[in-house]
């Protein structure tokens, strides 16, 4: 490493190549504060800003987004990469692990709901106040590509009647004074419902060894449709495992519950799911149902009134959950 060669540079936003002058963190020489008027303010190692100096990041937007989300969100961020040795604290990420923490956002709908989450922290939840957005330096707060893009979200949300009034600001043309409107605030409370930060789908699943890789063909199809499973060991089952899944339903963006066996704690977080405006995502091994079916129960309750997928083996199973999970998250 050489430390000139980053003094001899220009000094740029690591991220999008913007002149930001990073500066070293007091107390700390080997970090820097990047403040760059387009993906905010992070920290960045100093071999993060050597190995990335001359790269263009194909995911460059969403890192933008996520930067910017955090900064709202008074997250600090460090960046720091693979090489050399770093000692992690909270808040730390390669940007591998950075682009984890959020959901793909990919399409303009997705991008429009991004800058109206955005946009109620930006007004501090103050509805009638102005909204001043720059089409140079907002455009990641709507995780878009470009100012071209930025632009044309606005003006398709200013058309889908989200915004009460839009109008460039009368000092600066580059700027966008917007006024959002009551359906704009309606989907706001919508999407605090869906958990749509959340990178997290929980599998309610009996826990027992012969029932194992049942519940690691549902942890695959959550992985294979990009989301981080979570799944709570109950070989010493106690209530405080029971509330500790609950906490992290409530964290989650989407349930896959296994009614296999009828586990009591299984309902238990299907119910509590459904509480919190979720639609657990059910599934039944083919054999237990057939088994089971035309019997009284909680199971024919279920049958009757919900869809259930049956499996007949792992990986059925997985493409099962997969397919549920795209058609579900996809079709807002
Ligand atoms: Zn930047």
């Not at 989300?69 to 693979?82: D, H, P, Q």
Request: proline share 2%; charged share 30%; aromatic share 10%.
């Amino acid at each position: 490493m050489n430390v000139m060669n980053l003094h001899q540079q220009e000094k740029k936003c690591p991220i999008c190549k913007s002149s930001a002058n990073p500066s070293r963190l007091d107390g700390n020489s080997k970090i820097y504060r990047v403040n760059c008027s387009i993906c905010g303010e992070f920290n960045a190692t100093e071999i993060f800003l050597e190995d990335y100096s001359g790269y263009e990041f194909p995911k460059k937007y969403l890192i933008q987004g996520i930067l910017q989300e955090r900064n709202l969100k008074n997250l600090s961020t460090t960046l720091f990469s693979g090489n050399g040795s770093f000692k992690k604290t909270g808040g730390d990420f390669t940007i591998e692990e950075l682009l984890k923490t959020v959901t793909q956002v990919e399409n303009p709908s997705q991008k429009i709901d991004k800058l109206l989450e955005n946009s109620e922290i930006l007004l501090n939840h103050n509805a009638g106040e102005n909204l001043c957005l720059s089409l140079t330096s907002s455009y990641p707060l709507a995780y878009s590509r470009s100012e071209k893009e930025f632009d044309f979200i606005l003006k398709t949300m200013n058309q889908e009647g989200y915004f009460l009034s839009m109008g460039k600001n009368a000092s600066n043309s580059s700027k966008y004074d917007i006024k959002l409107s009551l359906k704009a605030w309606k989907r706001i409370e919508e999407l605090k419902k869906q958990n749509i930060n959340s990178n997290q789908g929980f599998v309610a699943c009996i826990f027992d060894p012969n029932h194992k890789q049942f519940l690691e063909a549902i942890r695959e199809g959550i992985i294979q449709s990009k989301f981080d499973p979570m799944s709570i060991d109950r070989e010493d089952y106690q209530e405080t495992i029971l509330e500790k899944g609950l906490g992290e339903i409530r964290k989650s963006r989407f349930v896959v519950a296994d009614l296999t066996e009828e586990s009591g704690s299984v309902f238990i977080e299907i119910g509590f799911a459904m509480g919190l405006g979720m639609q657990p995502i059910l599934v039944i091994k083919e054999d237990y149902w057939e088994k089971r079916k035309g019997e009284e129960g909680k199971l024919e309750f279920y049958s009757q009134n919900y869809k259930i997928l049956s499996y007949k083996d792992e990986q059925e199973l997985s493409i099962k959950v997969e397919t549920a999970i795209r058609a579900r998250i996809e079709s807002r």
